[in-house]
């Protein structure tokens, strides 16, 4: 009986998407907001595309966003938009498309050799890796540093260095798993390798409405902070922040702490990507048109 239930439960779910995608557009847009979350400016994207996964970077006087777009039904590209400082933008400049769907273009910067060298791993989970790239010419160019892993179904990957290690967050999916509904960790003590140990408590999260990664991991007066996703209801549905108690190789412990809802006021059902710079907070939310 529980499993008929549940099948009629998915069923349903199934049937009523199917109307909402003949009825209404989806449409995930950019909210540039203050450090405090004051909403600052909307970046809206032509009405056949939608832009996600904002991950802004201020770097030599100037505020990055790489954001991932996607046109109709075709898969997602990775690019990059500028933000002047009126808070106009630049056009959407393409720097990573593959013949698979690409999005989370998780950006961060290292110093090797007394030169700042900035890293992407985006998400890459048709093609079933977690890949490492790095910039030849920032921010318009990128080639592959390095395959992570191999033959996994990750989502959403994060990397954190705590404690003298590196931290991969991901959410790894399978028959059994989905990748909504579990959040897996792996470390190392460098992130330019393919031999990651595995948390022994993998995975560390195992619930849809607070697994998956929605965005990198801050800190903020010493204490670690880890964004993400509630899926329960719908995907992306809404943000929780995470205070992160334990992290070691052998524990991890966190509660939540605030949830994120996407704003009424702006007819916004969904929010799922949440990400810092020095002067600016980012975030996307998807809105719901009527088609006719």
């Given at each position: 009986?529980?499993?008929?239930?549940?099948?009629?439960?998915?069923?349903?779910k199934?049937?009523?998407?199917?109307?909402?995608?003949?009825?209404?557009?989806?449409q995930?847009?950019?909210?540039?907001?203050?450090?405090?979350?004051?909403?600052?400016?909307?970046?809206?994207?032509?009405d056949?595309?939608?832009?996600?996964?904002?991950?802004?970077?201020?770097?030599?006087?100037?505020?990055?966003?790489f954001i991932?777009?996607?046109?109709?039904?075709?898969?997602?590209?990775?690019?990059?938009?500028?933000?002047?400082?009126?808070?106009?933008?630049?056009?959407?400049?393409?720097?990573?498309?593959k013949?698979?769907?690409?999005?989370f273009?998780?950006?961060f910067?290292?110093?090797?050799?007394?030169?700042?060298?900035?890293y992407?791993?985006?998400?890459?989970?048709e093609?079933k890796?977690?890949?490492?790239?790095?910039s030849?010419?920032?921010?318009?160019?990128?080639?592959?540093k390095?395959?992570l892993?191999?033959?996994?179904?990750?989502a959403?990957?994060?990397?954190?260095?705590?404690?003298?290690?590196?931290?991969?967050?991901?959410?790894?999916?399978?028959?059994?798993?989905?990748?909504?509904?579990?959040?897996?960790?792996?470390?190392?003590?460098?992130?330019?390798?393919?031999?990651?140990?595995?948390?022994?408590?993998n995975?560390?999260?195992?619930?849809?409405?607070?697994?998956?990664?929605?965005?990198?991991?801050?800190?903020?007066?010493?204490?670690?902070?880890?964004?993400s996703?509630?899926?329960?209801?719908?995907?992306?549905?809404?943000?929780?922040?995470?205070?992160?108690?334990?992290?070691?190789?052998?524990?991890?412990?966190?509660?939540?702490?605030?949830?994120?809802?996407?704003?009424?006021?702006?007819?916004?059902?969904?929010?799922?990507?949440?990400?810092?710079?020095?002067?600016?907070?980012l975030?996307?939310?998807?809105k719901?048109?009527?088609?006719?």
């Amino acid at each position: 009986m529980r499993m008929k239930y549940q099948n009629k439960k998915i069923t349903f779910k199934r049937i009523k998407n199917k109307i909402l995608r003949t009825i209404f557009n989806d449409q995930w847009s950019l909210l540039v907001c203050d450090k405090s979350g004051n909403i600052l400016k909307e970046i809206t994207p032509p009405d056949d595309r939608f832009y996600a996964d904002p991950f802004p970077v201020e770097y030599n006087g100037k505020t990055y966003i790489f954001i991932e777009q996607q046109i109709g039904h075709g898969n997602g590209t990775l690019g990059v938009i500028e933000l002047y400082n009126d808070l106009s933008c630049s056009d959407f400049y393409p720097i990573l498309e593959k013949n698979y769907h690409l999005s989370f273009p998780n950006i961060f910067s290292v110093v090797e050799n007394n030169q700042l060298t900035w890293y992407m791993i985006p998400e890459t989970h048709e093609n079933k890796t977690i890949d490492l790239y790095y910039s030849t010419d920032f921010p318009f160019k990128w080639e592959l540093k390095l395959t992570l892993k191999e033959n996994v179904i990750a989502a959403d990957t994060t990397l954190f260095f705590h404690d003298n290690l590196w931290w991969l967050f991901t959410s790894i999916g399978d028959k059994e798993k989905p990748v909504n509904s579990n959040l897996s960790l792996f470390y190392s003590d460098s992130f330019k390798t393919d031999k990651w140990k595995a948390h022994p408590l993998n995975p560390v999260v195992s619930t849809l409405n607070n697994s998956r990664m929605a965005g990198k991991i801050f800190t903020k007066d010493g204490i670690n902070y880890r964004p993400s996703q509630n899926c329960k209801i719908d995907y992306g549905k809404e943000i929780n922040i995470n205070k992160i108690i334990t992290l070691s190789p052998n524990e991890y412990k966190e509660e939540i702490i605030e949830t994120i809802y996407p704003e009424k006021r702006l007819h916004a059902i969904c929010t799922h990507t949440i990400n810092y710079s020095e002067n600016y907070l980012l975030r996307d939310i998807k809105k719901r048109k009527r088609r006719f």
